[in-house]
């Protein structure tokens, strides 16, 4: 039963993961704009742009594990078969 529950939390095809760095993307713009009304000027701008290049290496990470994960399991698969 917990294996099911945590098959739940796995990203497993590139769509999903798009989907999370869509969720990601979406706060991260929202908490962007927070700045700029918070901390006006040059700072406010800066602490936006931090928050969408996170999200720009958060995205790219979670696209290299899904990448790797994925040909690890096509390379076991293959080792499986030429046994």
Do not use: C
Not at 7 to 29: D, H, N, P, Q, S
Not at 40 to 49: D, H, I, R, S, T
Not at 55 to 74: H, M, P, Q, S
Request: proline residues 1%; negative net charge.
């Amino acid at each position: 039963m917990w294996t099911k529950f945590k098959r739940l939390f796995v990203i497993k095809t590139r769509f999903e993961a798009y989907l999370i760095i869509y969720g990601l993307a979406l706060g991260a713009m929202t908490r962007g704009a927070h700045y700029t009304q918070e901390y006006p000027g040059v700072g406010g701008y800066l602490l936006f742009a931090a928050t969408a290049g996170a999200v720009f290496l958060g995205g790219a990470k979670i696209l290299d594990a899904i990448r790797y994960e994925t040909e690890a399991r096509e390379a076991a698969e293959a080792a499986e078969d030429s046994e």
